[in-house]
């Protein structure tokens, strides 16, 4: 499977900004899907997370409230609605795929996009 993300891009604080993940390869609805993101000079963090039917979301307490997560199986696509944006969510964002389940550690996903940059000016 492959994973493509876009959307990423320069915007103000308090700006909204939608992250696209493209599924290729299999079928998008056998996956458990997740949002990463790993800014300058930190780790890599769970951001939000989606079960296969969508129906189960999981976020990181930093974004509760502000980002949403979503997906189209007809599309293979998982999105990130991302509101509200601060300097601090400046980040590479990631989408990442599981055959298991939906975990909030990065280990327990099999597949990864390449990331796709947020910039956040104040």
């Known amino acids: 499977v492959q994973l493509q993300a876009s959307g990423g891009g320069l915007v103000q604080d308090g700006d909204s900004l939608r992250l696209s993940c493209a599924i290729s390869g299999r079928t998008g609805s056998h996956y458990i899907m997740g949002w990463f993101r790993q800014g300058p000079g930190k780790e890599r963090e769970f951001v939000a997370g989606i079960s296969r039917s969508g129906g189960v979301t999981e976020y990181a307490d930093s974004v509760k409230g502000r980002f949403t997560i979503s997906r189209d199986n007809r599309k293979d696509t998982v999105y990130l609605q991302m509101s509200s944006l601060k300097p601090e969510d400046a980040a590479v964002y990631y989408c990442?795929?599981?055959?298991?389940?939906?975990?909030?550690?990065?280990?327990?996903?099999?597949?990864w996009g390449q990331g796709t940059l947020v910039t956040v000016s104040s």
């Open positions: 990442a795929a599981s055959l298991n389940f939906l975990a909030t550690v990065s280990h327990e996903y099999h597949y």
